[in-house]
Structure formats: C-alpha cells, structure tokens
C-alpha cells in the first residue's frame, strides 16, 4: 500500500507566492503559431514584432494580427511584473524613510548625551586640549625622558674624517725564498 502522506517530487507542487517580480528575467516558452518562441518577455515580443512586420511585407494580415496578439500579450506581462516591482521598490524606499526618520527621532531624544559625540562644525567652539609647556620640565614634572628628547638637547659633533689606511708590509714568510736565504745566492 501507498502512504497517503507520499512526498511530490514535482517541482510545480511547491508552495510559493506567486512571484512577478521574476517574470522580467524569466525563460518562457511560447508556442505560437509558427513553432515554439523561447526567450525572456522582451526577446519573445521583439521575435512576435519582427514576425508580425514579415507577414505584413507578406501580404498576409491575419498571420500579422495573430503575431502582434502574441507580443501584446508578453508586452502586458512584462509591464505588469515592471509596475509590480516598482510598488515594490518604492514600498522598500518608505520604509527605509520611516527607519531612517525614527533613528534620527532617536538620536535627537538622546539630545545632550551624544552632544561630545558629534562633530562640531566650527572649530572654535569645540573642546581644546590642554596644552603642556615641555620648555623648562625638570625631573619633578612626571615626564619620562626619551633618547630623542635628549637627542635634542646635545647637538652632535661633526665627525672628523677618517685616516687612510696603510698598506701592510710583507711578512718573512711571503718574501721570495732567494732573498730569504743568502746562502743560496752563493
């Protein structure tokens, strides 16, 4: 026996809303009255146009009248998923108003909280810091001393250049064996 709960592996059995919004971009399959028309809604009414404009160079209306029904039913469709997704669009557009406004209704309630927090636009009247004169500090002020601080303070000598090198004299053992030895000579 065959549970009745069996699960439908076709895909149109799905429970979905029903969704325009795609129409635009999808593939459709047009049987029409010279074969099958495939393309997305704008494809199938230029291809129902360009065959209505043969049949009227043709001398044959009704083929004509037939292929312009055709793109003027796609022609709806499309301007109907179109009209769809810009009540969408402008739907998303309010609510994204209504959030922005209730943060800005937000931020203005908190009013002198986040008073430090926003950005001053004239200069002048935001909090400056406090300014620590480093001129005279002595070992009692809390500072530490850096080496570049005290880099500062000394002023390096200029460098005296340096000696040239002199050439090392050749030992015992790198002299010729003839001078080495005076006896050999004889």
Do not use: C, W
Not at 17 to 41: A, I, L, Q
Not at 108 to 118: E, L, M, N, T, Y
């Amino acid at each position: 026996m065959r549970s009745s709960n069996k699960r439908s592996r076709n895909k149109n059995n799905r429970n979905r809303p029903n969704s325009v919004g795609n129409v635009v971009n999808r593939v459709f399959d047009s049987s029409g009255p010279e074969g099958k028309v495939r393309g997305t809604p704008q494809q199938i009414i230029d291809k129902y146009n360009q065959l209505a404009r043969d049949a009227q160079l043709s001398n044959d209306r009704v083929n004509a009248e037939n292929f312009q029904q055709h793109a003027e039913h796609y022609m709806r469709l499309l301007s109907e998923a179109q009209r769809e997704q810009d009540a969408r669009r402008e739907q998303q557009e309010r609510e994204n108003r209504d959030r922005q406004a209730q943060r800005d209704a937000d931020r203005a309630s908190r009013g002198d909280q986040d008073d430090a927090a926003q950005p001053v636009s004239d200069l002048s009247e935001a909090p400056q810091p406090d300014v620590i004169d480093t001129s005279d500090a002595t070992e009692d002020s809390g500072l530490v001393e850096t080496p570049e601080a005290k880099a500062e303070e000394k002023p390096k000598k200029p460098r005296a250049p340096r000696k040239p090198r002199k050439k090392p004299e050749p030992k015992a053992e790198d002299a010729p064996a003839e001078a080495a030895t005076p006896d050999a000579a004889e």
